[in-house]
């Protein structure tokens, strides 16, 4: 489970969903005719991991980034983690992205690559992504990029497809992200955690950016 992360630099997090509502009234109003109101059908987080000085030999730092279709993570949300995987088992290194219905575990995914994090001021970057579609909810990670994992992400190995009866992500809160991720083990290993961007995909076709970073980590 995700432990709440204190942020250890003072971060601009704005809401997103009062963001979004903004913004969707925008792009409804600089249509002549709107015959429906666009939707959020996709949203994609980028994020950016910068460690200081892994351990291989203690396994640290463990790092863990929730997202969540509903704004909270009382019924259904996932975590990402990175250099552990803790479900069904614990196990040092790799990638591991875990579905979760409040306590109830739906589904894990583990990435083939299970190395264990160990080059100070590694730089690893990746994407988040939630999806509804034809009654489906979609969580992926996407374009990851590493030196110790390699391009991860895309594949299919850090995907799950679950029924749904969303049907937009409107609910959707950036906040939920930030406040639910973080380092849970080793966090002095960790320079910082940044969510850089998260994109809104409208069922019109346009995608709307906000590209204000939301510091969850930092170590000066």
């Known amino acids: ?3 709440a992360n204190h942020c250890t630099l003072a971060a601009r997090c704005w809401s997103s969903r009062v963001l979004l509502t903004l913004l969707i009234v925008a792009a409804c109003s600089s249509v002549a005719v709107a015959q429906t109101s666009p939707t959020v059908v996709r949203v994609e987080e980028d994020w950016e991991l910068v460690i200081e000085t892994p351990d291989p030999g203690s396994d640290g730092p463990q ?3 929730a997202i969540s279709p509903l704004g909270n993570l009382d019924s259904l949300y996932a975590t990402f983690e990175l ?3 803790s479900e069904l088992t614990f196990e040092a290194g790799g990638l ?7 306590e109830v575990l739906l589904s894990d995914k583990g990435y083939p690559n299970r190395n264990v994090l160990s080059q100070a ?3 690893i970057t990746w994407t988040q992504c939630l999806e509804v579609q034809n009654d489906t909810v979609t969580f992926e990670v996407i374009n990851g990029i590493s030196t110790t994992w390699g391009n991860f992400g895309g594949q299919g190995y850090l995907k799950a497809m679950l029924s749904t009866t969303l049907t937009d992500l409107g ?8 406040g639910d991720s973080g380092v849970s ?3 002095n290993r960790v320079s910082s955690l940044v969510l850089k961007s998260v994109r809104f995909h409208l069922s019109t076709g346009e995608v709307i950016e906000d590209d204000v970073p939301k510091v969850i980590h930092w170590i000066e």
């Open 63 to 65: 790092i863990t980034c």
């Open 185 to 187: 083990y080793g966090g």
């Open 121 to 123: 001021g590694e730089v």
């Open 83 to 85: 250099n552990h995987q």
């Open 171 to 178: 609910s959707y809160n950036s906040s939920v992200s930030v």
């Open 1 to 3: 489970m995700v432990m």
């Open 96 to 102: 591991q992205l875990q579905i979760w219905d409040g």
